[in-house]
């Protein structure tokens, strides 16, 4: 469209030499600054390469999925020098559109994402084209966290201390509460915080529509909160962001990035893994097979693992992996020829529309 209007917009007069000198230096500064958006040492460097030429070793754990968690998981258990890391991710770095919130939705429905669609239940978007919500997971560095609403919000007290009343202890929310604290950066008047995940206001266009809003739920008698916190989740805020100077901030940036400098943890990038190998009694992960697709070598490749698979490939993709794997409903698997390891039923998964 921009050479389309270019070509009948022709100057009528001609330039001595410096206004096209001037342009062309404009052009080059817009182009390279465009550029800096989203810069490659954001983000890890991918060891496809070696790992087609040298072949790979045993690693002590695998993480799939460079997402919200996996990048996480994989920083920290670097940590112990002793252990090798590798970590498989489905896709690449983000695009450039990832880095501006206002963009982030123009990434739906391309490669970098998954378009998943649910069933029809009868309840939940019944407006929408055959009554299926539209579920997109991403496939990208960063996961999902990188093409999300960038809105850090922390579960409600009742979610956690469900799972501790099932009988799983350490999962209750004031068990989990440090840990939401160490993850992020220290926000504000918050100076406990101490982790790399940066978290900062939106910057309000109107505030004076924020004040109505307030003004109004005040006058109803709800209660408006500074921000969301332990105990306050009924009532009115602001929400806070994963950005830092007007850029998204994902997980795989605060943690993996700084991590991947060690020697003993390495990212393998566009690596979808299709199926993890177990022993003889279907007990224990050996190894783990991917597809591997680096500069249009297209190769299937097995890493072995000492200790463990952590499978971080997001709330589809994990449980599509265990299945391909043997690992799932047999009424389900059987149908598709996929030999049952293990019967091990799994529905009703629940998602919070926005």
Same mark, same amino acid.
């Not at 559109?97 to 739906?108: C, D, N, T």
């Given at each position: 469209?921009?050479?389309?209007l ?7 007069s ?8 001037m ?17 490659a040492?954001?983000?890890p460097s991918?060891y496809?390469?070696e790992?087609?030429?040298?072949g ?7 993480v799939?999925g ?6 996480? @998981? ?5 940590? /112990?020098?002793?252990?090798?890391i590798? $970590?498989?991710? *489905?896709g690449?770095?983000?695009p &450039?559109e ?19 669609y649910?069933e029809?239940?009868g ?16 496939k ?7 093409v ?7 579960g ?6 469900v ?30 915080s101490?982790g790399?995940?940066? @978290? ?5 266009? /109107?505030k004076?529509?924020?004040?109505? $809003?307030y003004t *109004?739920?005040?006058?109803v008698g &709800?209660?408006?909160f500074?921000?969301?916190?332990k105990?306050?989740?009924r ?24 991590a ?5 943890l ?7 893994v299709?199926?993890l ?6 007990q224990?992960?050996k ?7 680096h500069?249009?070598?297209?190769r299937?490749l ?11 490939a997001?709330?589809i993709d ?14 389900v ?19 919070l529309g926005?």
């Amino acid at each position: 469209m921009a050479t389309a209007l270019a070509s009948q917009h022709q100057c009528t007069s001609q330039s001595v030499g410096v206004m096209n000198t001037m342009v062309s230096m404009l052009t080059e500064y817009l182009l390279a600054a465009q550029c800096n958006i989203s810069r490659a040492e954001d983000y890890p460097s991918d060891y496809a390469g070696e790992a087609l030429r040298h072949g790979l070793d045993t690693y002590d754990f695998v993480v799939v999925g460079a997402g919200s968690a996996g990048s996480v @998981v994989a920083s920290r258990l670097s940590e /112990n020098r002793k252990w090798k890391i590798l $970590v498989l991710e *489905a896709g690449d770095n983000p695009p &450039q559109e990832s880095e501006v919130p206002a963009m982030s939705m123009a990434i739906l429905h391309s490669r970098y994402v998954y378009d998943y669609y649910t069933e029809p239940n009868g309840r939940s978007c019944r407006a929408f084209k055959n009554a299926q919500c539209y579920w997109p997971r991403a496939k990208m560095m960063g996961g999902s966290g990188a093409v999300n609403a960038l809105m850090y919000l922390r579960g409600n007290r009742r979610d956690y201390d469900v799972w501790l009343e099932m009988g799983n202890p350490g999962w209750g929310y004031d068990d989990v509460w440090p840990y939401f604290e160490k993850s992020v950066s220290p926000t504000q008047n918050n100076s406990s915080s101490q982790g790399y995940i940066e @978290v900062n206001e939106f910057q309000r266009v /109107n505030k004076e529509a924020f004040e109505m $809003v307030y003004t *109004a739920a005040k006058e109803v008698g &709800q209660p408006v909160f500074e921000n969301f916190g332990k105990d306050n989740y009924r009532g009115y805020s602001s929400v806070l962001g994963t950005v830092k100077d007007g850029r998204r901030t994902p997980t795989a940036k605060g943690y993996l990035t700084p991590a991947s400098k060690q020697p003993n943890l390495q990212v393998i990038k566009n690596a979808q893994v299709v199926k993890l190998n177990f022993d003889g009694r279907g007990q224990r992960v050996k190894s783990l097979t991917f597809l591997l697709n680096h500069k249009l070598q297209k190769r299937r490749l097995t890493v072995k693992i000492r200790k463990e698979a952590i499978l971080s490939a997001g709330s589809i993709d994990t449980p599509k992996l265990l299945m391909l794997s043997g690992l799932g409903p047999q009424e389900v698997l059987q149908p598709l020829h996929i030999p049952v390891l293990h019967d091990l039923p799994g529905n009703v998964i629940m998602d919070l529309g926005l």
